[in-house]
């Protein structure tokens, strides 16, 4: 089955600009989506179609897409953005979503 | 304003059937390009998707869990169910349910363009061993 491979944390200064990654193979031919999940709170959607913010997501969060590596960046980082994003695709082969494990992001 | 909220036992014993109602409300599910998935998180690991049910009444399983698991609806009282047989403390777990929902001009395409834009609080399952 297809496998999305996240770090398992990434560490930041706020102020600086995070780049959270997620592998799959070929996943540049496949549509990403990443959510936010704060500390003892549900996920919330961050990005969407790769590159697209939900409506009320900072301008600080943006996505990219190709190859084998999918990526969301959170500029100016802050506090307020600790928490574990984990990315999502459709697996078509195997008719199923699919999460990476996840990364949690901790600003210094 | 959308609002999704999970119910249902806080303690399942191991063997037994476990029903999950997810009752939703600012949507409807006999709208095109939405529908209600299943997610869990069992503690301190990643989220697992489950089921989905679209508003065409489409359902689609997890492969590892597709013995095991069964997803309705019914559109008139805005409620989703899962059901998921001979419960074992693996699955102790947070289940959530999420809109999924699609704003492409491929809709049609597939569950591929779709997206979890609302996701509910999460309701806790523990599996005693």
């Known amino acids: 089955s297809y496998v999305l491979t996240q770090p398992p944390s990434v560490s930041v200064a706020p102020g600086k600009t995070a780049t959270i990654t997620c ?4 996943i540049g031919s496949k549509i990403v989506h990443w959510y936010q999940q704060r500390p003892g709170q549900a996920p919330v959607l961050v990005m969407y179609y790769d590159t697209d913010r939900p409506s009320g997501i900072p301008e600080r969060f943006s996505g990219f897409n190709s190859g084998s590596t999918a990526t969301l960046t959170i500029s100016r980082v802050e506090a307020g953005d600790e928490a574990d994003y984990y990315c999502q695709v459709w697996d078509g082969t195997g008719d199923h979503w699919v999460f990476g494990g ?4 901790i600003v210094l | 304003q959308v609002t999704l909220k999970e119910s249902g036992p806080v303690l399942v014993k191991p063997t037994e059937t476990l029903t999950l109602t997810c ?3 600012g949507f409807s599910l006999s709208n095109v390009k939405v529908g209600v998935s299943w997610i869990r998180q069992p503690p301190g690991k990643a989220l697992e998707w489950l089921a989905h049910i679209f508003s065409n ?18 559109t008139s009282t805005s409620q989703v169910v ?4 001979n419960m074992d403390p693996v699955d102790t777990a947070t289940y959530y349910c999420a809109r999924i ?5 491929s809709c049609l395409s597939g569950a591929r363009y779709y997206y979890m834009d609302v996701w509910g609080k999460g309701t806790t399952v523990t599996v005693p061993s």
Do not use: A
């Open chain 2, 23 to 25: 009752t939703f409300s």
């Open chain 2, 57 to 74: 009444d489409e359902k689609t399983y997890s492969r590892s869990l597709k013995s095991r698991v069964s997803i309705s609806k019914d």
């Open chain 2, 82 to 85: 899962l059901t998921m047989t």
């Open chain 1, 102 to 105: 996840g990364t949690t992001l």
């Open chain 2, 101 to 105: 929902r699609c704003s492409s001009v």
């Open chain 1, 23 to 26: 592998g799959g193979n070929g």
